[in-house]
């Protein structure tokens, strides 16, 4: 089945304590790092995901690009993040996608849940993201500790070619 996350960009950028602040000083790395962390969760989790931005803070035509495999769309002046996420969602909607969208504007969660979709708070979001940082700081760690120890002082190309020795490579 094919999963698709539909993230409302500044929704989520005001949710998250980090974001919110770096949004203040300087939007647009705001708006990048957000694309960077669903660049992670995308690999992760497996969604496919699409973070849309309303046209308020970027003025003219619609405009859509790939960032970090992630689409990110910004639209058209006439429409909102809200509008564009509800269309999409009913559009894309079939037995075979799950569509989920992630925002905390409660009317747009509503309207997203009678469309068939389903919801995400930002805050929810937020700690999933956390928990996967964990889980991964943790399956490294256990990676880390699996690796056999050597008491030599041995630079990385004599133990490569030790390595390939001991699988019979030359």
Same mark, same amino acid.
Do not use: C, H
């Given at each position: 089945?094919?999963?698709?996350?539909?993230?409302?960009?500044?929704?989520?950028?005001?949710?998250?304590?980090?974001? @919110?602040?770096?949004?203040?000083?300087?939007?647009?790395?705001?708006?990048?790092?957000?694309?960077?962390?669903?660049?992670?969760?995308?690999?992760? @989790?497996?969604?496919?995901?699409?973070?849309?931005?309303?046209?308020?803070?970027?003025?003219?035509?619609?405009?859509?690009?790939?960032?970090?495999?992630?689409?990110?769309?910004?639209?058209?002046?006439?429409?909102?993040?809200?509008?564009?996420?509800?269309?999409?969602?009913?559009?894309?909607?079939?037995?075979?996608?799950?569509?989920?969208?992630?925002? @905390?504007?409660?009317?747009?969660?509503?309207?997203?849940?009678?469309?068939?979709?389903?919801?995400?708070?930002?805050?929810?979001?937020?700690?999933?993201?956390?928990?996967?940082?964990?889980?991964?700081?943790?399956?490294?760690?256990?990676?880390?500790?699996?690796?056999?120890? @050597?008491?030599?002082?041995?630079?990385?190309?004599?133990?490569?070619?030790?390595?390939?020795?001991?699988?019979?490579?030359?």
């Amino acid at each position: 089945m094919k999963r698709i996350l539909l993230v409302d960009g500044y929704n989520v950028i005001g949710a998250w304590p980090n974001l @919110s602040r770096l949004k203040d000083r300087d939007l647009e790395s705001a708006r990048n790092t957000l694309v960077e962390w669903m660049a992670e969760y995308q690999s992760y @989790s497996g969604y496919q995901v699409v973070v849309v931005f309303d046209a308020q803070y970027v003025r003219g035509i619609k405009r859509k690009l790939r960032q970090n495999n992630v689409d990110v769309i910004f639209t058209k002046e006439d429409e909102t993040a809200d509008e564009y996420i509800e269309r999409k969602a009913v559009e894309w909607k079939n037995a075979k996608t799950q569509i989920m969208v992630a925002t @905390s504007d409660y009317a747009e969660q509503w309207a997203i849940f009678g469309q068939g979709a389903l919801r995400i708070s930002s805050r929810e979001l937020l700690f999933e993201i956390q928990e996967m940082g964990r889980d991964i700081d943790k399956k490294i760690k256990s990676i880390q500790e699996e690796k056999p120890k @050597s008491k030599l002082n041995l630079d990385s190309e004599v133990i490569e070619q030790l390595e390939n020795w001991r699988r019979g490579e030359k």
